[in-house]
């Protein structure tokens, strides 16, 4: 009897000593090993990112104020011209018959100024003859003007719609008005913008813009503000930027889809490592480990500007505080750690 009472209190010892050494092992925690920064504030620069079609700085679409017979067109699609050159000729039998009366009253009131400066002649004839000279040259004028097209600045020739000798028609079309050639200034070209109006006190003429076009992958283009419209289109709550882009060797296109930067300027915020932002598995949300008396916390973040290997924080973590930087995927709110490498 006494011998299995004594097997009994052993075993009771055996249980109560191995509960209490589990125990104490619980309660001694390993500190996981990690990696940590001090979080500092950095100058960021910020840009307002848009999309866009290029168009020409210039365009005009050139025909004449009646409908008429082409008599000679000068240039073709692909055609470079400068200012005051030459484009096309409308028929000028009308032009040449009124040329003829404006060579005459010029010359008849070139005969008379004189007599009316000696006296020769009355007012009434003086104001007469004048009256004609005036009236006949407003009309060559207008038929030179509506005969002669010349270009209007220098450009290249994008569309030509008629051949000599057709008849040109003043209705119109699909497209809008009639026109015999479409004339484009495409250096510099012109980039419309529309920017939301929670950035219309950020945005500046003078600013740089970048874009950048898919055929084109990897160049940068650069240009800057020209004009900003101060009024806001009450539909879509935007503004439109005009944007002026040099374009000397003309690789750049009018229509072309472009995506743009504007930079507006630099402020102070936090930026960090990619690698210390973790992602919540099934949601949109993003968590970091900060650390709390050699623990580690977790604090939900809201991101903003991404870069390189950096990103900005908006919220969540405060200038200061100590980043866990590596060893956080093994970490839960509270975990103790010990910071192996911690940098200032």
């Known amino acids: 009897m006494r011998k299995v009472l004594s097997i009994c209190l052993i075993a009771i010892l055996i249980i109560l000593v191995t509960g209490c050494s589990k125990k104490n092992n619980e309660d001694k925690e390993i500190p996981i090993p990690v990696e940590a920064i ?5 100058n960021i620069q910020r840009e307002i990112e848009l999309v866009g079609t290029l168009t020409a700085w210039k365009e005009a679409d050139l025909a004449a104020q009646t409908t008429g017979r082409i008599d000679h067109i000068y240039v073709e699609e692909g055609s ?15 032009l040449a018959q009124t040329r003829i009366q404006y060579q005459v009253a010029k010359d008849n009131f070139e005969r008379i100024k004189p007599l009316y400066e000696s006296g020769s002649i009355s ?31 220098s450009g290249i020739i994008t569309a030509k719609r008629y051949n000599d000798g057709e008849i040109f028609l003043l209705t119109p079309t699909a497209t809008g008005a009639p026109s015999v050639v479409t004339l484009m200034q495409i250096n510099p070209l012109k980039l419309i913008l529309n920017v939301s109006e929670a950035n219309l006190r950020e945005v500046k003429v003078g600013q740089n813009v970048e874009i950048q076009t898919d055929l084109y992958p990897g160049e940068i283009f650069k240009g800057k503000i020209n004009n900003v419209n101060p009024a806001i289109n009450p539909v879509s709550r935007t503004f439109q930027v005009e944007v002026k882009i040099p374009n000397s060797d003309e690789r750049l296109k009018p229509g072309m889809f472009v995506r743009a930067k504007i930079f507006t300027g630099m402020t102070k915020g936090i930026l960090i490592p990619r690698s210390a932002v973790l992602k919540q598995l099934g949601t949109s949300s993003f968590y ?14 809201q991101l903003g500007k991404e870069l390189d290997a950096e990103i900005e924080v908006t919220k969540g973590i405060n200038e200061g505080e100590i980043l866990i930087t590596k060893g956080q995927s093994l970490l839960k709110d509270g975990s103790k750690i010990e910071i192996k490498n911690k940098i200032e």
Do not use: C
């Not at 001090?38 to 950095?42: F, H, I």
């Open 38 to 42: 001090k979080v500092k504030t950095a």
């Open 80 to 94: 470079r011209v400068k200012e005051g050159d030459l484009l096309f000729e409308m028929d000028d039998t009308q």
């Open 123 to 153: 007012q009434s004839q003086y104001d007469q003859a004048k009256a004609n000279f005036e009236s006949i040259e407003k009309t060559y004028n207008m038929l030179l003007k509506n005969t002669q097209f010349r270009a209007p600045f």
């Open 288 to 301: 970091a480990f900060v650390v709390n008396n050699n623990t580690a916390k977790r604090v939900d973040v």
